[in-house]
């Protein structure tokens, strides 16, 4: 099983629309999630991390649900700058280490007028 | 607002040739990360770094590789013998601390 799973899509959605975005993660132990942005040939650009109780930033929301292992993102209202590939990022290692991000391979999000 | 940032942004090498990509963290982060991202691939972990030592590194960061902090604001990766695999963008991060990490715009290395 991969580590981190998302639907690579393309998602075409007009803009105004609400979309949502799926990830499932392999290690039950993960402790630390997030959301990247990823511009095309760009670097990962933070956008939220994702916390147990949900969280909201503006039009973007971000679940956690530790026993199906799953996170989700919700984009309210989409705008033509959404356009970009949404990592879903989990952080590997235990308590105080430093640990590494492991990456999905993105979900790519195209806006159209 | 602090940026990591990279130089070169693009560097061409000859298979066989050394590379030494640069990176200056944000400066009041601790904890540093290099990162690799095949075209079309995702984003893989290469090493982290903390107190001038290595604290992981991925089965990909093999002898070829090394990294450097070689004064207080550079961050450095070296790759000794590049080959046609190596061919990549290569993002260095950082951290405050063991949470949120920072990517640079990273540099394109395309090996002939």
Known sequence: RKEVEQDPGPFNVPEGATVAFNCTYSNSASQSFFWYRQDCRKEPKLLMSVYSSGNEDGRFTAQLNRASQYIS????????????TYLCVVKSGYGGSQGNLI??????LSVKP | ???????????????????ILRCVPISNHLYFYWYRQILGQKVEFLVSFYNNEISEKSEIFDDQFSVERPDGSNFTLKIRSTKLEDSAMYFCASSPDLYEQYFGPGTRLTVT
């Not at chain 1, 993102?73 to 970009?84: E, Y």
């Not at chain 2, 607002?1 to 590379?19: D, N």
């Open chain 1, 103 to 108: 990456f999905g391979k993105g979900t790519k």
């Open chain 1, 73 to 84: 993102l919700l984009i309210r209202d989409s705008k033509l700058s959404d356009s970009a």
């Open chain 2, 1 to 19: 607002e602090p940026e990591v940032t990279q130089t070169p942004s693009h560097q061409v090498t000859q298979m066989g040739q050394e590379v």
